[in-house]
């Protein structure tokens, strides 16, 4: 059982390791010339901050196997604590 810890250990690793370089990276407007657009992720009712809303739009763009997004919009209506917004995503 020991040899096989340092093996799940190092495989692991290497999960995290290519997970983050599939990452969808954010861009403006300035980056998107040349980009495919697969469409738009939304999302709403999202506590917290607008960087918690912002990692939910990253998610919603990695889930649909996008390699880049650029929020379109995000804003928390009235005094919510609840995030909302859009953004496009690109292959």
Known sequence: MNKKLPILVAASL???????????IQVDNSHVGGLQSMGTVSISG??????DATRKLAKKA????????????????GDSSQWLGNAEIYR
């Open 14 to 24: 290497l999960a995290m390791a290519s997970f983050s370089t599939l990452a969808a």
């Open 62 to 77: 990695d889930a649909l196997g996008a390699s880049r997004y650029r929020i379109i919009g995000v804003s928390n209506p």
């Open 46 to 51: 999202v506590r917290g901050s607008l960087d």
